[in-house]
């Protein structure tokens, strides 16, 4: 090798380090034959060994070159297309990415929920498509009640995150609705820039005032201020 270039015995073609896979216990670090001869040794070898055991071998004779055969999708698909797998001596994943993102998400929802991706779908038909709270469609994130585990409905982001942020908490979530009304309606009839009226509480002023809202007093009665 030199120049960062190797010879392929089986080929016998000069080639440049980036043709070749990798194998540190050889000492430049490279395989011993080019990729594209090591991948054909492999799978002469795989069918070889196919056909000892009395396994039919299907023929991917056809498959140009820059292209690997995908089982998901049943084609021929072009490299670039296809996932990576660094593991392997041909540097490729068993699946094009189109294939081997529709498998790691099945594999998800089994992994996180125990649910399959048909169970998702079922439920996703019966929400319409939509979350379950604000009714944007494509909802993407399956809630669960963090106590019991249980699922409960797909969301979307925003509407997932409020409820961690707010702590999944009833109380909380009431309070927080009584809140925004009370402010809301007490705001309602001042025009921009007014001077608010005497007793009105101003977000963020520290009045000392006891709270107002049913659920801010709901709230802080289960956690014991007030």
């Known amino acids: 090798m030199s120049n960062n ?3 392929c015995p089986e080929c016998g073609v000069d080639k440049p380090a980036d043709a070749f896979g990798r194998n540190k216990a050889l000492p430049d670090g490279l395989s011993f034959y080019c990729l594209e001869c090591n991948r054909r ?3 002469e070898w795989y069918r070889q060994s196919r056909r000892a055991e009395g396994r039919s071998v299907r023929d991917h004779s056809w498959v140009p070159d820059g292209f690997r055969w995908c089982p998901g999708c049943q084609q021929a698909v072009a490299h670039e297309e296809f996932s990576r797998n660094s593991r392997q001596t041909s540097g490729f994943g068993s699946l094009c990415l189109p294939c081997h993102r529709a498998s790691s998400n099945k594999a998800y929802w089994k992994r996180r929920y125990g649910l ?3 169970q ?8 319409g498509d939509a979350c379950a709270i604000c009714g944007a469609p494509g909802p993407e994130h399956l809630d669960h009640d963090h106590l019991t585990g249980r699922i409960r409905a797909l969301l979307c982001q925003r509407c997932n995150q409020g409820l961690g942020l707010l702590r999944d908490d009833p109380a909380i ?4 609705a009584d809140y ?6 007490a705001g309602a009839g001042a025009s921009p820039g007014a001077t608010p009226a005497p007793g009105h509480r101003v977000p963020g002023e520290l009045t000392g005032r006891p709270p107002t809202s049913p659920g801010m007093r709901r709230a802080q009665a289960m956690y014991g201020r007030g």
Do not use: F, I, M, P
């Open 41 to 43: 040794r492999n799978s």
């Open 5 to 7: 270039r190797k010879s």
């Open 116 to 118: 399959t991706r048909a």
């Open 180 to 185: 925004v009304e009370e402010h809301r309606e």
């Open 120 to 127: 998702v779908d079922v439920l996703r038909d019966g929400q």
């Open 173 to 176: 979530l009431r309070a927080a």
